[in-house]
């Protein structure tokens, strides 16, 4: 009775993990740039401290000694999802769209007085002009969320009011002046995407951001390792568009039901165990 109790228990946390990442995907469906996350189960083992076995009971034995198999299980891994999201057309020059593997790389102030910027990854390719309250006449490429676009050198991609900006499928960024002197110069900043090598080191950040989670690592590895600025051709810009969301609805709902279904059973369950507990230390007395 016990191990049906634990069983039954194990199962409740993990099926409403498995419910609070379905919810999140689907209250993302509308979100741009978003990836959905799937979550993945393992089962528990039982770890034996005295084992001190009849070695004649232990044939056949497929587990190591010291583990038994049971207690239920959790939930374990939540993936990223990083399937391309379909793109949606909005003819604004400064809203981006990925099309390929890679992530934009946004940048943050430190809020410390002479530390490091923060710099985070996203597919979130809506950005906007912000003034440069230094230097007047001159803007940088932000996201929604304050954070600077970066270029190829990690460096905020700056413009000035003087010139119509185009931004071709190489990230490139080409100038022509408004009053229409001179041809088309290509500046030497081209929007800087990075091809993270393995997503699932990525830690959500908020806002549909991301950072290198370095508690992954393995020793001796940083950030840096993880992170490749990618060459022109590697990938495609389209600008004048956004990449939606990889979330299917239909998916998620049907997910998101049989786990409700599946906690309530295991709801029940432990229940049932609960009241035979009951019964058997009645019995007892």
């Known amino acids: 009775m016990n191990t049906s109790l634990y069983i039954s228990s194990s199962a409740l946390q993990a099926y409403q993990q498995k419910i609070d990442t379905s919810a999140n995907n689907i209250a993302n469906v509308n979100t741009t740039g978003f990836k959905r996350r799937d979550q993945s189960f393992s ?24 583990i038994r198999e049971g207690y239920g299980n959790r ?4 993936q990223l999802n990083t399937e391309q999201g379909q793109g949606i057309e909005t003819k604004n020059p400064f809203d ?37 309250s230094n230097k007047q006449g001159s803007y940088y490429l932000v996201s929604a969320n304050g954070g600077f676009l970066l270029d190829q050198n990690e460096t905020p991609i700056e413009l000035n009011n003087q010139n119509e900006v185009n931004i071709d499928s190489n990230g490139r960024i080409q100038l022509k002046n408004k009053n229409g002197q001179g041809g088309v110069v290509n500046s030497p900043q081209r929007v800087g995407i990075v091809d993270i090598q393995n997503p699932h080191v990525l830690k959500n950040m908020g806002d549909n951001q991301f950072s290198i989670d370095t508690t992954v690592l393995p020793n001796g590895a940083n950030a840096a390792n993880y992170a490749r600025t990618m060459n022109q051709g590697e990938t495609q810009i389209q600008s004048g568009s956004l990449e939606g969301s990889n979330v299917d609805l239909t998916t998620e709902m049907t997910d998101l039901m049989t786990s409700q279904r599946s906690f309530q059973m295991n709801a029940r369950a432990v229940s049932y165990a609960d009241q035979m507990m009951g019964i058997a230390n009645n019995i007892l007395k």
């Open 96 to 132: 981006l769209m990925i099309q390929g593997k890679g992530f934009f790389q946004v940048s943050y102030p430190s809020k410390t007085a002479g530390g490091q910027s923060e710099i985070l990854y996203t597919r979130d390719g809506n950005f906007h002009l912000s003034p440069n």
């Open 75 to 78: 939930a374990g891994i939540t």
């Open 43 to 66: 089962e528990l083992l039982a770890s034996q401290i005295n084992n001190q076995f009849d070695t004649t009971q232990e044939v056949g034995r497929q587990t190591p000694y010291g």
